[in-house]
């Protein structure tokens, strides 16, 4: 029996299959391999997979949100459980590309559902977002806080995916954990996020987008505390015992908070962005985006007492490590 792991060639997803794998694990990975942004990347990822766990790591090039080509590529694989982290990313990219999102964040979803509702999988991990919390005022970010009040469309994808693994979990009793990451960076990175961005063009000389003119916080995570998450989760289902579980539901399905519980000021990671790259950054105040909110704070209470998880990556930390990889990824 195997993972199913969707977006295997994605940042997050080659990082958990990769761990899977190391642990001994079988991976099943599939990957639509679109151009949001460059394939080559994507396909540098698969390559790495490949190169360290040979066999034990089966990939199929598949749009999870067409149904039959779906179908087709997991036809006769068994499949034990599944970690769903494809998906169309990003807030900014949901303003001018909203069909991309109703394609793979709802229909994709809903067809992750119906393989494993039919499959009678395990455990279905999947991922929603920080973005579900809106604008929120308070501080950390609570499961218990008001998530219906999504600021762009891609917050009301994840939110609505949320709503849709609640239904199945009560009409099928599929077991399900969906988990809300906050602001994930790290090696394999990807271009279009502010980590990759602000890199690049401080080592190109170029000034850098700082949104809402600097007063920003996020609750960075690095990728390896991520997938320390993932894998609690993976391995710890929730049971159909009509109790309580972390985001309220009574079926087998619960929701955690995956951060690093510290809200950073954005001005804090552009100093240990400079000390890490030895190149000053050019800062092009702007204003705030439309559907960009001006602080993240994860309360990970919840699956800190429930799977014992601990982020141990400070941003003192990560910061320097991701220069790190990108210097040698990129020659410089």
Known sequence: ???????????????????????????????????????????????????????????????????????????????????????????RHSITNPHDYAAANLVGHLNILELARHRGVAHLVYASSSSV????ATVPFRLEDRTDRPLSLYAATKKADELMSESYAHLYRLPQTGLRFFTVYGPWGRPDMMMWIF???????????????????????????????VLAAHDHPPADDGVEKA???????????????????????IDLLEAATGRRAVRDLLPMQAGDVPRTFADIGAIGAELGFVPTTTIDMGVPRFVGWYRGYHGI
């Open 199 to 229: 890199t690049r063009s401080m080592f190109a000389g170029q000034p850098i987008p700082v949104f809402n003119e600097g007063r920003m916080e996020r609750d960075f995570t690095y990728v390896d505390d991520i997938v320390a998450g």
């Open 133 to 136: 919390y809106g604008a929120s």
């Open 247 to 269: 985001g309220g539901s009574i079926a087998p399905h619960r929701i955690y908070n995956l951060g690093n519980n510290r809200s950073e000021p954005l001005g804090r990671v």
């Open 1 to 91: 029996m195997a993972t199913l792991v969707t977006g295997a060639a994605g940042f997050i997803g080659m990082h958990v299959a990769d761990a899977l794998l190391t642990r001994g694990d079988q991976v099943i990975g599939i990957d639509s391999l679109n151009s949001y942004y460059d394939p080559a990347l994507k396909h540098a990822r698969l390559a790495r997979l490949v190169e360290q766990h040979g066999d034990a790591f089966r990939f199929t090039a598949v749009d999870f949100s067409d149904r039959v080509a779906l179908d087709a590529a997991v036809s006769g694989r068994a499949v034990e459980r599944i970690v769903h982290l494809g998906a169309q990313a990003g807030v």
